[in-house]
Structure formats: C-alpha cells, structure tokens
Nanobody, 125 residues
Framework: VQLVESGGGLVEPGGSLRLSCDAS??????IGWFRQAPGKDREEVAC????????HYADAVKGRFTISRLNGEDIVYLQMNSLVIEDTAVYYC?????????????????????WGHGTPVNVSS
C-alpha cells in the first residue's frame, strides 16, 4: 500500500476530525479523498493538485471540510468540521501521477493509480 491514511474515529455531530494521508512513497499530480458509506456508492470528497495547490470540493462538504498539503511535506490533510451523521463513511485517499484534481475528479476514481486502505469515520451521538 503506497498511501496510508490515519485520523479516523468516532465523533459527535458538530465535532471535528483531521484525516492524514501519507503520500511520501509516490509521485502524483492530483490527490484527494473519497468516501463510501454502508450501502452507498463511493463519492468524491475533495482533491488538491501538487503543482499549484488548486482544490475542488464536493457540494456536500463545501464550507465544512478543508484539504491541504504543506509545502515540503508529502502528507495531505483533510480537516473536517461541523460533522454530521451523513459524513459517516470509510474515507479513502487516492492519487495519480497523471490525472489532476478538478471538476471531473468525481468521474475518475476507477482510473486513479494509488489508493489507501481507508480510515473509518463514525459521526454519532
């Protein structure tokens, strides 16, 4: 496994979590997070480009989640605030050496070369 996620867990509604994705073992142009809730299809959460830091967010998380990558680090963070029960899912980090983050990111999961095992997020009272 070339991408390693961490930071998932149990949190109450309204709480926050920060997920991390260690991408130090790969080269990539676009990297991001997807999630899959029980009984539902996988969906895009957010992505970011290596070369310019441009980002894209799914409508469901805009204004609540922030994806970031610190210069000089090969770790990508997903800061999740104001969590709701509907955010409960397994969160996966994915990246590709060719494909870039943008409005079409939600269409490309099956083409992305690198995936992590996922980290579970459970929002519950």
């Amino acid at each position: 496994v070339q991408l390693v996620e961490s930071g998932g867990g149990l949190v109450e509604p309204g709480g926050s979590l920060r997920l991390s994705c260690d991408a130090s073992r790969i080269n990539y142009r676009g990297i991001g997070w997807f999630r899959q809730a029980p009984g539902k299809d996988r969906e895009e959460v957010a992505c970011i480009n290596y070369h310019d830091g441009s980002r894209h967010y799914a409508d469901a998380v805009k204004g609540r989640f922030t994806i970031s990558r610190l210069n000089g680090e090969d770790i990508v963070y997903l800061q999740m605030n104001s969590l709701v029960i509907e955010d409960t899912a397994v969160y996966y980090c994915a990246a590709d050496p060719v494909l870039v983050c943008g409005e079409s990111w939600h269409m490309v999961p099956k083409y992305l070369e690198h995936w992590g095992h996922g980290t579970p997020v459970n929002v519950s009272s």
